[in-house]
């Protein structure tokens, strides 16, 4: 599948900032197709490691039902979020993965059954910044 180009290329990261962003994060929201034809989108934590992101959840519910339905998916981490009323926007930086979900046969201790764990192998991520926060590194 081809990825949509940004279309504000100046407000683009580079993939050395993108990545930044993602091992630094420690939460965003998972996207994926949900019942019905619905989006399915919900908060989760994460690890972030050599391009796959990491997740746990219940072994049963929702998001396992979406995934075993369709293993693509996107993840959005934020990682700056200020909101400027004077100047009627938000500066921000954030990142869009996107890539295909995998359930992992992994131990987990005793105490912690009732887990799954999986991973998002990403094939495709994009970092942008609010035009201001690009304005200000510009001489």
């Known amino acids: 599948m081809m990825f949509r180009e940004m279309r504000r290329k ?13 091992e630094r994060g420690s939460h965003g929201v998972l996207a994926l197709a949900g019942d019905g034809g619905y989006p399915y989108a919900l ?8 391009g796959k992101l990491y997740f746990h959840g219940a072994k049963k519910g929702h998001k396992l039902d979406a995934i075993a339905r369709c293993s693509k998916a996107s993840f959005c981490v934020v990682e700056r979020d200020e909101v400027v009323p004077e100047e009627y926007t938000t500066y921000f930086r954030s990142v869009i993965a996107f890539g295909t979900i995998t359930l992992l046969e992994k131990a987990i201790a ?9 991973a998002l192998s990403i094939e495709y991520a994009t970092g942008k910044e609010a035009i201001e926060l690009v304005k200000r590194r510009e001489p």
């Open 10 to 22: 100046r407000q683009q990261l580079g993939e050395e900032e993108t990545l930044g962003i993602l």
């Open 43 to 50: 908060p989760i934590s994460y690890v972030y490691d050599r």
């Open 110 to 118: 005793a105490d912690w059954v009732p887990l799954e764990m999986f």
